[in-house]
């Protein structure tokens, strides 16, 4: 049974910053593209972060690039996401996904996802 458990939301001030992990159990990481997405109350849900097998191809929307990293550990079944330059528009249960192949790996079409964490930036 593939679980996957994120860590590392909290309260943080606007211009703060946060990392969230990812802790992937019950099938070998390696095997699994890895996703973020983030849902605010009222909104669907957004993607965040891509990161293949490897960790050598990476996608961001033009929203958070630039702000947002996102970098796996295949050693330690955990996949990352650092957000610097927190925003109020941020503010979200950020949920990691994994998938052997996503269609697109930008799309929401994910076969696992964990249960989410909330972050949440003040202005």
């Known amino acids: 049974q593939v679980q996957l458990v994120e860590s590392g939301g909290g309260l943080v001030q606007a211009g703060g910053s946060l990392r969230l992990s990812c802790v992937v159990s019950?099938?070998?990481?390696?095997?699994?593209?890895m996703g973020w997405f983030r849902q605010a109350p009222g909104k669907e849900r957004e993607f965040v972060a891509a990161?293949?097998?490897?960790?050598?191809?990476?996608n961001y929307p033009d929203s958070v690039k630039g702000r947002f990293t996102i970098t796996r550990d295949n050693a330690e079944n955990t996949v990352f996401l650092k957000m610097n330059s927190l925003k109020p528009e941020d503010t979200a249960a950020y949920y990691c996904?994994?998938?052997?192949?996503?269609?697109?790996?930008?799309?929401?079409?994910?076969?696992?996802w964990g249960q989410g964490t909330q972050v949440t930036v003040s202005s």
């Open positions: 019950g099938r070998t990481f390696s095997s699994f593209y």
């Open positions: 990161i293949n097998w490897i960790g050598n191809r990476i």
């Open positions: 996904a994994a998938d052997p192949m996503p269609p697109i790996p930008s799309s929401d079409e994910y076969e696992y």
